[in-house]
């Protein structure tokens, strides 16, 4: 048997200290969003969590997200009575709480209609302007306008997906101009090390190529910023994120 894992608690605990960061930086609690990474993990799993009021998931394989989240049958098993929830929320006995899916992988472009008929909250990679046409496209025909942030390679690793800083100054006029996409901020996975310190130069080049975006392009809304992950998610909110992406330290390492 595997140790139980209380997810519950594990919420409560880090929504402790994504407070704590904030207020450490002098924002407030409410600007962070927690994104709960539920990739490898199963169905049940995510309805613990959501009976424990967490409401926004990530995913980063399309097809996995559509089993879970996106396939009318799973949707409907996320969906639960209120009345039902650990949750402070009051609503009529009727209302359902459903998840948020957030797709936060890179999109091959065969995927990308599979990605839209996710209905997904947010997708936080966009790395390119082949992806993001497409996704315009799919989202023009199936009525929608999708929220989207442009991924950011910050440290220029070669082997990462994501624009570089340039490039997505080169690019942002061409996605900005695609009817069908709404651009909410940017994303960024700085190179893994251990010490969550590393990360910090990382998490504050993408603020601050965010701000030097928002004057160019004022067209648009630039607030989000995703990142920071489970072992360095206090110093990305130091920084200014306003979703962190938690996965392990929510559910416990994945096998795979
Ligand atoms: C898996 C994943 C996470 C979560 O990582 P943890 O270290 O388990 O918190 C965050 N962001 C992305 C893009 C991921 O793929």
Known sequence: MTDAIDIAANLISIRERIAAAARRAGRSPDEVTLLAV????????????????????????????????GDPH?????????????????????AVARPRLHL???????????????????????????????????????????????????????SKFGFSAEGVDR??????????LRVRGLMTIPPYEPDPEAARPHFAALR???????QRFPQADWRALSMGMSHDFETAIEEGATIVRVGTAIFGRRDS
């Open 104 to 158: 936060i992988g890179p999109i091959q472009s065969r995927k990308a209609a599979l990605a839209v008929a996710c209905r997904p909250a947010l997708i936080h990679a966009v790395d390119r302007l082949k992806i993001a046409r497409r996704l315009d496209r799919f989202a023009a025909e199936a009525g929608l306008t999708l929220e989207v942030l442009l991924e950011v390679n910050v440290a220029g690793e070669a």
């Open 171 to 180: 690019e942002a006029e061409a996605i900005l101009a695609l009817t069908h």
């Open 38 to 69: 539920s990739k490898t993990h199963s169905v049940g799993l995510i309805a613990q969590a959501l009976a424990a009021g967490q409401r926004d998931f990530g995913e980063n394989l399309i097809e996995e997200a559509w089993v879970k989240f």
């Open 208 to 214: 601050r190529l965010r701000d030097q975006l928002a």
């Open 74 to 94: 799973s949707a409907a098993a996320l969906e639960m009575p209120l009345s039902s929830l650990q949750t402070p929320q009051a609503g009529p006995p009727e």
